[in-house]
């Protein structure tokens, strides 16, 4: 059985990569479009350090490969297509020698790739960076505020925000997730004889929809989690103690906006 251990040759390697990015970092805004040398360091091109997690490289690598393909950059995608081909190759390699150090070492999705997960739909923890998580601790704490301040009696319109806001905000964090398709290149006579939309467009289109609903199924379930617990709250009360206290009965709008509003920031800020 293969034992995950420091490597001295593979903590070598890692910092032999991250001095030749910081090195080269002078020069990489001039070669941006050039084919990738069999010397250059993937991370390099991808922008990130050799130390870091797999999780942090591969949102790089979307992020990178969606401006390139916006500016109609093709030998950019390319160049970085290879660079995280490279990256996934080295994973690979590390997960059959059973090699980890440090930010280098074998990430989960390709440790564990041959295992499926019992809940493939379910959240997945993915933390946003610090001014993000402000922004969605805002949201909740002040749509929350609305409605405590008139008391519960708004409607239902804070939460209805809330819904919406964090929507947004949810849909946008999981397309830093979502994995670029390949360029795919079709001459002018396959084009006129397919017809229709070009199957980038069609892949973009079915990719978007998967996230909305993904995206939906992360919102509503804080929701129902929070109209759940209040009608828990009620019976358990009524259960144990044979009656209900008036100021719970007249706060449901309150408490349910409360409770998805603490979901909701979680999810948005730790979770995709």
């Not at 995608?77 to 090699?99: C, F, H, P, T, W």
């Not at 493939?120 to 610090?130: I, L, T």
């Not at 939460?159 to 670029?180: C, N, S, V």
């Not at 990719?207 to 709250?233: D, E, H, I, Q």
């Amino acid at each position: 059985m293969a034992s995950h251990c420091c490597c001295p040759r593979q903590a070598s390697e890692a910092r032999r990569w991250s001095t030749r990015a910081s090195a080269a970092g002078m020069g990489a805004g001039a070669g941006g479009g050039e084919a990738m040398g069999e010397n250059e360091s993937p991370y390099l091109i991808l922008g990130v350090s050799a130390l870091e997690k797999f999780e942090v490289i591969k949102a790089a690598y979307g992020r990178r490969r969606k401006d390139a393909e916006k500016r109609g950059d093709d030998a950019t995608v390319e160049r970085l297509d290879k660079a995280y081909d490279r990256i996934m190759m080295m994973q690979l390699s590390n997960r059959r020698k059973g090699i980890s150090f440090g930010g280098v070492g074998v990430s989960k999705e390709i440790k564990y790739a041959d295992k499926r997960s019992w809940f493939p739909w379910g959240p997945k923890k993915a933390v946003v960076e610090k001014n993000d998580m402000l922004i969605n601790l805002g949201i909740a704490v002040l749509l929350t505020a609305w409605c405590a301040v008139l008391g519960g009696q708004t409607d239902w319109k804070p939460l209805q925000f809330m819904i919406f806001g964090y929507i947004f905000r949810i849909f946008t964090k999981l397309g830093e997730f979502d994995a670029p398709a390949p360029s795919s290149f079709v001459s002018e006579d396959e084009e006129g004889e397919e017809g229709g939309a070009a199957p980038e467009d069609t892949g973009r289109r079915l990719r978007n929809g998967k996230r909305l609903l993904r995206t939906l199924g992360l919102v509503f379930s804080c929701v129902a989690f929070a109209s759940l617990a209040y009608t828990g709250t009620l019976n358990a009360y009524e259960y144990f103690l044979q009656y209900v206290p008036r100021v719970l009965m007249g706060a449901q709008e309150l408490f349910v906006t409360g409770v998805t509003a603490v979901g909701l920031f979680i999810m948005a800020s730790f979770y995709r």
